[in-house]
Nanobody, 124 residues
Framework: QVQLVESGGGSVEARGSLNLSCVVS????????MGWFRQAPGKEREWVAG?????????YSDSVKGRFTISQKGDSWNIVYLQMTSLKPEDTAMYYC????????????????WGQGTQVTVSS
């Protein structure tokens, strides 16, 4: 079983920055793309950013493009970061790391593995 563990959440003021990390417990062909999702209270979980570990390609939702960066730690295929800058109060949510086999859709249903989440709170 592949396990994902997130860390790095916390509280920050608007326009601040936070860096999230996701560690994958073991290699799996069903986990060769990584994604970050978030869920705010009373809202559905939404996709934020995705990363293809083979091609090292990143994709972003429009809501975070230009402010968030998803990346892999050097040659460490099992550690993925989400660097968040220019944070806004509307970025407040529980952030989840997820993994899936190769594909181009980034929905909850497409993800095979999930972490437990890390809370991000942005105050105005």
């Amino acid at each position: 079983q592949v396990q994902l563990v997130e860390s790095g959440g916390g509280s920050v003021e608007a326009r601040g920055s936070l860096n999230l990390s996701c560690v994958v417990s073991r290699y799996s062909a069903n986990a060769n793309r990584m994604g970050w999702f978030r869920q705010a209270p009373g809202k559905e979980r939404e996709w934020v950013a995705g990363f293809y570990t083979g091609s090292l390609t990143a994709v972003y939702s429009d809501s975070v493009k230009g402010r968030f960066t998803i990346s892999q730690k050097g040659d460490s295929w099992n550690i993925v970061y989400l660097q968040m800058t220019s944070l806004k109060p509307e970025d407040t949510a529980m952030y989840y790391c997820a993994a899936a086999p190769y594909g181009t859709r980034w929905t909850e249903e497409d993800m095979m593995y999930w972490g437990q989440g890390t809370q991000v709170t942005v105050s105005s």
